[in-house]
């Protein structure tokens, strides 16, 4: 079984930072992209940033030049840099990674059970 365990989340003052890090264990053959997305209350969940195998990143406009996505393709991990936070940052924030469990099967999309961090003003 595939597992994202994310952690570092917390509660955090605005303008403060926060590193957010997903370890994926279990049967694994190769991953494609890594990502970050949060959901906000009463919102839908969003891309926040993501990382490809080859280390190309991609962020949503509202967080570039504030977090930085970075990847560990040996340990299997991707980290998510938080700075200068906003109040507007406080979700729910989801590990994602697009892999293949092993030989023959298909990639598929697989979740961590996410980590709140919250931003007080």
């Known amino acids: 079984q595939v597992q994202l365990v994310e952690s570092g989340g917390g509660l955090v003052q605005a303008g403060g930072s926060v590193r957010l890090s997903c370890a994926a264990s279990?049967?694994?053959?190769?991953?494609?992209?890594m990502d970050w997305y949060r959901q906000a209350p009463g919102k839908q969940r969003e891309l926040v940033a993501g990382v490809t195998s080859g280390g190309i990143t991609n962020y949503a406009d509202s967080v570039k030049g504030r977090l930085t996505i970075s990847r560990d393709n040996a340990k299997k991990a991707v980290y998510l840099q938080m700075n200068s936070l906003k109040p507007e940052d406080t979700a729910i924030y989801y590990c994602h990674a697009y892999l293949k469990p092993a030989p023959g099967l298909a990639f598929l999309n697989y979740w961590g059970q996410g980590t709140q961090v919250t931003v007080s003003s």
């Open positions: 279990g049967s694994i053959f190769s991953i494609n992209d």
